[in-house]
């Protein structure tokens, strides 16, 4: 026995070395590519110099500089700048297809900026992505990359080895919480099988799933890193997007989960491969929510968990929105749908101490996605009314519903807040969509026959609408309840299950335009589409379809055969998409240009400021030049300052700052005296940030982004709360050992 235990421990050493090695044998390889993915013509371009990299900080070192193009003649070149705008490299672009690498030796650390020189005389030029390398530097992201990875390795190893050397390791753990660990591995090992084969398209590393919200979010990861490392926390508004003007986002979309992409960002990782391993994350623990709550559901059945995790895999509306929107924040939601059923099940049942798994649901919504949050309070609100003679019977009920509330609305009180500020002394284009009357419903409204479809290719133009639809797995879950209904199985859950089923049907019809929505004009204004309810309806479909699985195979002797076959039809349910994805929806690397993008997020700027005004205006402030002269402006994170002169005018005189406007910002105005006084921020015409020099013939003025009050105090009531729930449960769970004992 202790021959067999060394042997697995120097097994274990020598792969763990391995392993690491293989981590961190590239510790020392730097790697930046910029996908630029931009043609030059003589009839679109001048000939001139074009920057077309932001500041990119570099060590002392030689570097390999390539870049992937075609050029159609001579004439045109690629240059570098550094840190004090000096060309410290140039070079002829060849005729034909770009192959030949360039060396560029750095003699100390400086931020460089890669341009192209081109001649129109040299025909088209196209350039698809630059790429500079290094293999003798060490950089501190690449530190804290393979450090975090090398970590991650060490726990599994330092895991696998209690498992494999320390036998009595799991019954130890039960005897502690409670927890069967050998069942748990085996569930996390299919829940994690599952998720490989669901996000399967995701692992192509040489292209990205080009969905519809897809460029606002990585923005909004790039928006969110840059605006981290300028210093500020929570990033409400964003740097790094839209030239710098900050957008305003964070406000309206909350951003709490958005951060796990955004660390592995700050610690090396390209955007798009950030976003689609957060994506994976998601997929994961909306199975592992699901699985919970249908195994808590079905009186601890596992079948029934894993039966419900396989349907919600590979639910069409699931992978619509993971692979053919782009939704991040309704892929977040599916990982708190199942929280709110288990919870507002259990409660009902009257174990309201449950409430807690409730408040998490809501909570996590709130900080995923806002429309999901108001379907599921809707309809959880319309549940209720079903049930008020029990919850007047049963004052519990009652309690826990508020406590949830309470508990909802204080943790995300920092959210919340700053938000209902911003709504209320801010006009945005968010606000005005979100109240705007429909006009045309057509568009928002999906058809009946839509949920019947066996797949959508998500094409569509001024003739053609999007389908979106459950997917033929869920809809087969009713024909269980049938075969159950025929063979007259009876099963004390079979109540609860038909409640869900019935709910489930009805939210599919109310997804579509068979429900009056004429009548709820106003709610469908601010959810958008009447679709967005195939969300809660899938997840309650596959919860049913994980009861009634269970019901079925438990008066069969070949249990395992027919859960694999009810797995694999789930599976081949979800390929359609999968495949179409694969083949259609990929695009390569090269085409992600984030520049290109700036429209997105429009609705989180002021109504009236024309986006495409940053690309014109730069850097530049906007006053009358006749009067007045400036001096030293420059952007300094999220503000800015200047120097202004006048010959003689006394008049006090307008500047609009190259910042977007948002309540918040704030100013201080200093004489040629060194006397600073605060002056007002206000906002010009189109929504830029706008200052007054109070008449003053000379001064500096300084103009920087502040939390407000109201930001300060919503962020100690969450923090508060938070600080509340753990002594609670920490007190609880003390309580709960002294009475084991």
């Given at each position: 026995m202790k021959k067999n235990k060394a042997l697995i421990l120097i097994l274990l050493i020598v792969v763990l070395g391995l392993s690491l090695y293989l981590i961190n044998r590239d510790l020392y390889h730097y790697e930046y590519t910029f996908p630029f993915s931009r043609v030059f013509t003589p009839e679109e371009n001048v000939k001139r110099k074009y920057l077309v990299t932001e500041p990119i900080p570099l060590k002392k070192g030689i570097y390999e500089l390539n870049f992937s193009g075609l050029s159609e003649g001579v004439g045109s070149g690629c240059y570098i700048l550094n840190a004090a705008d000096e060309t410290i490299f140039s070079a002829d672009i060849p005729m034909g297809e770009i192959s030949k690498p360039y060396t560029l030796d750095l003699p100390s650390n400086t931020s460089i900026r890669i341009g192209i020189s081109y001649d129109p005389e040299g025909g088209m030029l196209e350039v698809r992505w630059i790429k500079l390398e290094c293999d003798t530097v060490l950089y501190s992201q690449s530190i804290l990359r393979h450090a975090v990875f090398s970590l991650l390795t060490c726990m599994v190893f330092l895991y696998l080895g209690f498992r494999l050397l320390k036998t009595d390791f799991a019954e130890k753990v039960k005897a502690r919480t409670g927890i069967d660990l050998p069942s748990c591995e085996k569930v996390f090992l299919f829940l994690?099988?599952?998720?490989?084969?669901?996000?399967?398209?995701?692992?192509?590393?040489?292209?990205?799933?080009?969905?519809?919200?897809?460029?606002?979010?990585?923005?909004?990861?790039?928006?969110?890193?840059?605006?981290?490392?300028?210093?500020?926390?929570?990033?409400?508004?964003?740097?790094?997007?839209?030239?710098?003007?900050?957008?305003?986002?964070?406000?309206?979309?909350?951003?709490?989960?958005?951060?796990?992409?955004?660390?592995?960002?700050?610690?090396?990782?390209?955007?798009?491969?950030?976003?689609?391993?957060?994506?994976?994350?998601?997929?994961?623990?909306?199975?592992?929510?699901?699985?919970?709550?249908?195994?808590?559901?079905?009186?601890?059945?596992?079948?029934?968990?894993?039966?419900?995790?396989?349907?919600?895999?590979?639910?069409?509306?699931?992978?619509?929105?993971?692979?053919?929107?782009?939704?991040?924040?309704?892929?977040?939601?599916?990982?708190?749908?199942?929280?709110?059923?288990?919870?507002?099940?259990?409660?009902?049942?009257?174990?309201?101490?449950?409430?807690?798994?409730?408040?998490?649901?809501?909570?996590?919504?709130?900080?995923?996605?806002?429309?999901?949050?108001?379907?599921?309070?809707?309809?959880c609100a319309i549940c209720l009314l079903f049930f008020i003679p029990r919850i007047i019977h049963n004052k519990g009920i009652f309690t826990a519903l508020v406590k949830a509330t309470v508990t909802t609305i204080l943790l995300g009180a920092f959210f919340l807040l700053p938000m209902a500020e911003q709504a209320l002394r801010n006009e945005l284009a968010i606000n005005i969509v979100m109240n705007k009357p429909i006009e045309i419903m057509g568009y928002n409204l999906t058809k009946f026959y839509s949920i019947l479809l066996p797949f959508d290719p998500w094409e569509f133009n001024d003739a053609t609408m999007i389908h979106p639809y459950p997917g033929y797995a869920l809809l087969f879950v009713p024909l269980l309840r049938l075969y159950l209904f025929i063979t007259k199985k009876k099963d004390e859950r079979m109540k609860t299950a038909d409640y869900i089923l019935l709910s489930g049907i009805l939210i599919l019809i109310v997804s579509t335009d068979l429900f009056p929505w004429i009548l709820f004009k106003?709610?469908?204004?601010?959810?958008?589409?009447?679709?967005?309810?195939?969300?809660?309806?899938?997840?309650?479909?596959?919860?049913?379809?994980?009861?009634?699985?269970?019901?079925?195979?438990?008066?069969?002797?070949?249990?395992?055969?027919?859960?694999?076959?009810?797995?694999?039809?789930?599976?081949?349910?979800?390929?359609?998409?999968?495949?179409?994805?694969?083949?259609?929806?990929?695009?390569?690397?090269?085409?992600?240009?984030?520049?290109?993008?700036?429209?997105?997020?429009?609705?989180?700027?002021?109504?009236?400021?024309?986006?495409?005004?940053?690309?014109?205006?730069?850097?530049?402030?906007?006053?009358?030049?006749?009067?007045?002269?400036?001096?030293?402006?420059?952007?300094?994170?999220?503000?800015?300052?200047?120097?202004?002169?006048?010959?003689?005018?006394?008049?006090?005189?307008?500047?609009?700052?190259?910042?977007?406007?948002?309540?918040?910002?704030?100013?201080?105005?200093?004489?040629?005296?060194?006397?600073?006084?605060?002056?007002?921020?206000?906002?010009?015409?189109?929504?830029?940030?706008?200052?007054?020099?109070?008449?003053?013939?000379?001064?500096?003025?300084?103009?920087?982004?502040?939390?407000?009050?109201?930001?300060?105090?919503?962020?100690?009531?969450?923090?508060?709360?938070?600080?509340?729930?753990?002594?609670?449960?920490?007190?609880?769970?003390?309580?709960?050992?002294?009475?084991?004992?």
């Open positions: 994690l099988c599952l998720t490989l084969l669901a996000s399967w398209p995701f692992f192509d590393g040489s292209r990205f799933t080009e969905g519809d919200d897809f460029y606002f979010h990585v923005s909004r990861i790039e928006g969110m890193a840059q605006s981290l490392k300028a210093g500020y926390f929570p990033p409400r508004i964003l740097l790094g997007w839209m030239g710098n003007y900050g957008v305003g986002s964070g406000f309206y979309y909350p951003d709490l989960f958005m951060f796990i992409p955004v660390l592995l960002v700050l610690i090396g990782i390209t955007t798009a491969n950030a976003l689609r391993v957060f994506l994976i994350f998601c997929t994961f623990f909306s199975l592992l929510t699901i699985y919970l709550a249908a195994k808590n559901l079905g009186k601890g059945s596992q079948i029934c968990g894993v039966i419900a995790a396989a349907l919600y895999a590979f639910a069409a509306y699931r992978l619509i929105c993971l692979y053919y929107r782009n939704a991040v924040g309704e892929v977040q939601a599916f990982i708190f749908y199942p929280l709110i059923v288990w919870g507002l099940i259990e409660i009902l049942r009257g174990n309201v101490q449950k409430w807690k798994i409730f408040a998490l649901g809501f909570w996590g919504l709130l900080m995923s996605h806002m429309i999901s949050l108001a379907i599921s309070g809707v309809l106003s709610f469908l204004a601010k959810i958008q589409f009447s679709w967005r309810f195939l969300g809660p309806a899938s997840v309650l479909l596959c919860i049913a379809g994980g009861l009634y699985s269970d019901m079925i195979l438990a008066a069969i002797k070949q249990k395992k055969l027919l859960a694999a076959a009810l797995i694999s039809a789930a599976v081949i349910s979800g390929m359609p998409i999968l495949f179409h994805t694969f083949n259609t929806k990929m695009y390569p690397l090269e085409r992600l240009v984030l520049s290109n993008k700036i429209v997105s997020g429009a609705e989180y700027l002021p109504p009236d400021f024309d986006f495409f005004f940053i690309e014109s205006n730069k850097n530049n402030i906007i006053y009358d030049e006749s009067q007045v002269s400036l001096s030293g402006s420059r952007r300094q994170k999220l503000g800015f300052v200047f120097s202004f002169e006048k010959e003689s005018s006394t008049e006090p005189l307008d500047y609009s700052i190259p910042l977007i406007y948002y309540y918040g910002y704030q100013a201080k105005l200093t004489d040629e005296n060194g006397n600073i006084a605060p002056i007002p921020v206000t906002k010009d015409e189109i929504g830029l940030v706008r200052v007054n020099d109070n008449g003053l013939k000379t001064g500096s003025i300084r103009i920087a982004y502040e939390k407000t009050t109201v930001q300060r105090i919503s962020e100690g009531i969450s923090l508060c709360t938070l600080f509340v729930l753990l002594f609670f449960a920490c007190k609880d769970k003390k309580t709960i050992n002294i009475n084991k004992k």
